[in-house]
C-alpha cells in the first residue's frame, strides 16, 4: 500500500473583507475616520481611491484566476463571518474543501495599497497553504 497524497484543495473564489461596516452611516464614519488618522481598512486602501474603485484594482481583480468577492463587516457571508470572528480586514479562499483565511490585516498591510502586491501576496499565500487554483484559462503561477 502506498501513501498517496489527496487532491489539492482548489480555490474557487475569494472573499475579501473590509473592516468598515457598509451602512451610509459606517460608510461616512470610515471616509472620515480614515482621512483623521482614526480609522485604518488595508483593503480599503488597494482597492479604493478616495471615493471610489481604484482602475488598476479592477484591472488587477479581473486578472486573478477566480473571482473576487468584497463585503463589510455587516454584510459578509456567515461561514466567512464565523471564521474570521471579527477579524478585518482579511481575506479568505473559498475552496471545495471549505474557507481558508489567506491574508489578514498585517499581510494586507504591508502590501502598501499596491493590487499588484495583494496578487502577489495571493500567490504566496496560497501556495503557503497548500491551495491550487481552479483552472479557468488564467493562472497565478
Known amino acids: 500500500m502506498t501513501d ?9 473564489r475569494l472573499v475579501g473583507i473590509y473592516n468598515a461596516e457598509h451602512t451610509l452611516r459606517g460608510e461616512l464614519a ?21 471615493v471610489r474603485e481604484r482602475a488598476d484594482w479592477r484591472e488587477c481583480r479581473d486578472g ?7 463585503f463589510h463587516l455587516d454584510d459578509q457571508p456567515a461561514d466567512v463571518r464565523a471564521l474570521l470572528d471579527g477579524r478585518a480586514p482579511a481575506v479568505v479562499a473559498r475552496t471545495d474543501v471549505g474557507l481558508t483565511l489567506l491574508l489578514g490585516e498585517a499581510e494586507l498591510d504591508r502590501c502598501g495599497g499596491s493590487p499588484e502586491k495583494l496578487s502577489a501576496a495571493l500567490t504566496e499565500a496560497a501556495t503557503r497553504a497548500g491551495l491550487d487554483w481552479v483552472q479557468s484559462g488564467r493562472d497565478l503561477r
Open 30 to 50: 470610515y471616509w472620515v475616520g480614515a482621512r483623521l488618522g482614526r480609522a485604518h481598512c488595508a483593503l480599503c486602501d488597494i482597492t479604493h481611491g478616495l
Open 64 to 70: 486573478l484566476p477566480v473571482p473576487f468577492d468584497t
Open 4 to 12: 498517496q497524497p489527496g487532491p489539492v484543495p482548489t480555490i474557487a
